[in-house]
């Protein structure tokens, strides 16, 4: 199962300080009660709320890291692409899989799946014995959708705006966390739906 989806910054932003990442969207699935220890437990829902606030934002943290690293390696010039450029720049984004130790921040361990497109950062926390591949496939299509019909890309961009339309996507393409086979004609049927909500 998908533990939660996020996209957050992964670029400088000048309100912030350096090595931070700011979270523009989150969702989290499933019951939290599980995972959270007995101390946690006792927490009222407003602490309950800062607490998973925080530990989203080790996530991003630790994804902005990761799309750091990749990027100097890589060496890589950053360039912006403009609207209408999006599977370009999904093309070209970053990639790659965090592991997450028990503890630091959820109570079990955990895998990172993240793609860097330019400025922003799209993670999927999943489960240990979640099938990447197809998590990392979902991961593109949610990302392709929202570049595509969202236009994050361009300027001004405001994804907390957005998020009614991000929710929609996620129950259609990981419903309640839950990552779907998809043949080829579901696929297409599913696509056929997403683009025409988009365009509402």
């Known amino acids: 199962m998908v533990r939660c989806f996020l996209i957050h910054t992964v670029c400088p932003v000048s309100a912030l300080a350096p090595g931070e990442s700011r979270v523009l969207y989150s969702r989290v699935f499933g019951p939290d009660e599980g995972v959270l220890s007995a101390q946690q437990q006792e927490l009222s829902p407003e602490e309950r709320r800062l607490l998973q606030e925080e530990k ?3 996530v991003a943290r630790q994804v902005r890291s990761a799309v750091s690293l990749s990027r100097e390696a890589s060496g890589r010039l950053l360039v912006e692409t403009v609207p209408g450029e999006e599977a370009l720049a999904l093309q070209e984004a970053d990639s790659g899989v965090v592991r997450l130790r028990a503890g630091d921040p959820f109570s ?10 330019q400025s922003l950062g799209f993670a999927l926390v999943c489960e240990p014995h979640e099938n990447l591949l197809l998590a990392e496939g979902t991961l593109r299509n949610l990302t392709r959708h929202c570049l595509e019909h ?3 890309l ?3 961009s405001e994804v907390l705006l957005k998020s009614n339309r991000i929710d929609v996507l996620l129950s259609r393409l990981l419903p309640h966390g839950q990552l779907l086979f998809l043949n080829h004609r579901f696929a297409q ?4 739906e997403v683009a025409a909500y988009m365009a509402k």
């Not at 079990?108 to 497109?117: P, Q």
């Not at 049927?189 to 056929?192: N, P």
């Open 108 to 117: 079990e361990e955990m895998s990172v799946l993240w793609l860097g497109v």
């Open 189 to 192: 049927s599913l696509e056929k």
């Open 154 to 156: 361009g300027q001004g």
């Open 150 to 152: 969202l236009h994050m």
């Open 56 to 58: 989203l934002a080790v």
